[in-house]
């Protein structure tokens, strides 16, 4: 069964940082494209951030650019997504999502019909 279960979320001060993690079960994390999106209330779910197969390339949406990162670590099959430098705005809820056809470059991001598999999602609250 192909599972991701997130976890990292909480509540941080504008400036502060957090890690999500992914957890990644029933496939090999190497072997599929894996995405942050956030969906905010009120608003619609945003691509945050993905990496793509194989080679690592990545894909940050414009308003996290320089701040987050994400990461891919193949022997615990893992994805984390490091986010410094929180702000208001970037309060959301926190999904990860994989597909075999995610491919993530700078600029861009691109799949098939549909993302195969999606977490249940972890809260990140930015206060002031």
């Known amino acids: 069964q192909l599972r991701l279960v997130e976890s990292g979320g909480g509540l941080v001060q504008i400036g502060g940082s957090l890690r999500l993690s992914c957890a990644v079960s029933?496939?090999?994390?190497?072997?599929?494209?894996i995405g942050w999106f956030r969906q905010a209330p009120g608003k619609q779910r945003e691509g945050v951030s993905c990496?793509?197969?194989?080679?690592?390339?990545?894909y940050y949406t414009s308003s996290v650019e320089g701040r987050f990162t994400i990461s891919r670590d193949n022997a615990k099959n893992m994805v984390y997504l490091q986010m410094n430098s929180l702000e208001p705005e970037d309060t959301a809820v926190y999904y990860c999502t994989a597909d075999q056809s995610l491919v993530c470059r700078s600029g861009t991001y691109y799949y098939g019909a549909d993302l195969e598999v999606w977490g249940q999602g972890t809260l990140v609250t930015v206060s002031s």
């Open positions: 029933g496939f090999t994390v190497n072997d599929y494209g």
């Open positions: 990496i793509s197969a194989g080679d690592d390339s990545t």
